[in-house]
Each structure stands twice: as C-alpha cells, then as structure tokens.
C-alpha cells in the first residue's frame, strides 16, 4: 500500500496564477484533510471532506478551493495564488471509529508563491 | 471547542538525557490524543496515541506518554535521548469528525 500520496512535491508559481494539489489514498478512508504548516504555528486545517461528494471549512479556508468527486482522491485549489500562500502543505487520511480517529499523513507539498 | 498547548518551542537535551515534552489540552468530550514526530522534509508520522485503555501509553523508538485526566496533559517522555530524535514533535487532540488540533510544534535538539 502507497498510503497517501501528494503531488507535486515543490511547486514554484507567481502571484495570480492557479495550481491544484493532488492527494490521493489508498486505505478506503471516509475523511481527509488539507492542512497547510507554517514555521511555528503547527498545522492548520483549510478543508476536510467526510465523504465522497461533501467537503467542509476548517481554520483557514480563504483563497483555496477543494473537491472530493472520488474516495481516493481530495484535491485543493487555489485559484490566484498569493505570497501568503507560501507554506508546506500537508494531506490526510483517517477513517471514522478506527484507531481513534488516527491520521495518516502525505510526505507534503512545498509551495513558493513569488 | 478543543485545544493544545504544547509548552517550550524548543527543548535541547544531552545525548542519553531524559526527554520531556509536554502537551497540555481541552477538549469538551473524552479526547482521543496523539504525538506525531516530523523530521526534516518530511510528513507527520505517528509516534503514540492514547486509546483510554490505559493511561501510560507506549509509542515507538521508546517512547511513552502518560494520560492525566486531572492535569488534562500528555506529555510525552524518552529516558534516554538518541541523537536520531531530533526531530519536530506535535501533540494532538482529535474530535468532531475526526477533525484534530495541533498544537505549535516542540523542536528538540540532542546535543553530543
């Protein structure tokens, strides 16, 4: 089993411009998650998805887009990319009533927004 | 609402020294905790988690951490640091649909 797996690993854009960021698992998992990790503030949720088809709001959801038309797959967009949208962005997995609500993490995207 | 407070950004200890990280958190319903290691450039890995099946839980690369309901901590303790624990430590408290809480981060560093 792959796990959870992002891509792309590092991504350069400039100011305006739009990119999505794949994850993907292979565990049959009901939730994910995006999250973005800035230097000395932890992770921070942007969305999360209970299931195929539905995707809520986290702690810091504007400027980024996300979908879940398929189980396995949660994707998160930005549409005009700023420079406050520099960070490392991390997916996650977890399925509800196992292992305590336990998260599987994806290895992150590096983002630089110039 | 659920929260963590990890305290001390930074923790440095000598090689072969006790390790200490502490985790204090609030959660509104029984929490269910966890501690993630994170090295360099790398995802979150799973270092414990406490089940409520008992309150010294044993994680990996030998270290345990110690529920304590009337503290609300779990802080997290190694008895002898290996330099291969450097590394970032984040406590966690998960809730509502699975949503979990980070705390800051703890940077330990293991000196020679």
């Known amino acids: 089993n792959a796990g959870v797996t992002q891509t792309p690993k590092f991504r350069v854009l400039k100011t305006g411009q739009s990119m999505t960021l794949l994850c993907a698992q292979d565990m049959n998992h009901e939730y994910m998650y995006w999250y973005r990790q800035d230097p000395g503030m932890g992770l921070r949720l942007i969305h999360y998805?209970?299931?195929?088809?539905?995707?809520a709001k986290g702690e810091v959801p504007d400027g980024y887009n996300v979908s879940r038309l398929k189980k396995q797959n949660f994707l998160l967009g930005l549409e005009s990319a700023a420079p406050s949208q520099t960070s490392v962005y991390f997916c996650?997995?977890?399925?509800?009533?196992?292992?305590?609500?336990?998260?599987?993490f994806g290895p992150g995207t590096r983002l630089t927004v110039l | 609402a659920q929260s963590v407070t990890q305290l001390g950004s930074h923790v440095s200890v000598s090689e072969g020294a006790l390790v200490l990280l502490r985790c204090n958190y609030s959660s509104s319903v029984p929490p269910y905790l966890f501690w993630y290691v994170q090295y360099p450039n790398q995802g979150l890995q799973l270092l414990l988690k406490?089940?409520?099946?008992?309150?010294l839980v044993k994680g990996i690369n030998g270290f345990e951490a110690e529920f304590k309901k009337s503290e609300t901590s779990f802080h997290l303790t190694k008895p002898s640091a290996h330099m291969s624990d450097a590394a970032e430590y984040f406590c966690?408290?998960?809730?509502?649909?699975?949503?979990?809480?980070f705390g800051d981060g703890t940077t330990l560093t293991v000196k020679p």
């Open positions: 966690a408290v998960s809730g509502n649909a699975g949503k979990s809480t």
């Open positions: 998805s209970v299931g195929e088809g539905t995707t």
């Open positions: 996650a997995s977890s399925q509800p009533g196992l292992a305590n609500n336990e998260q599987f």
């Open positions: 406490y089940t409520s099946a008992a309150t």
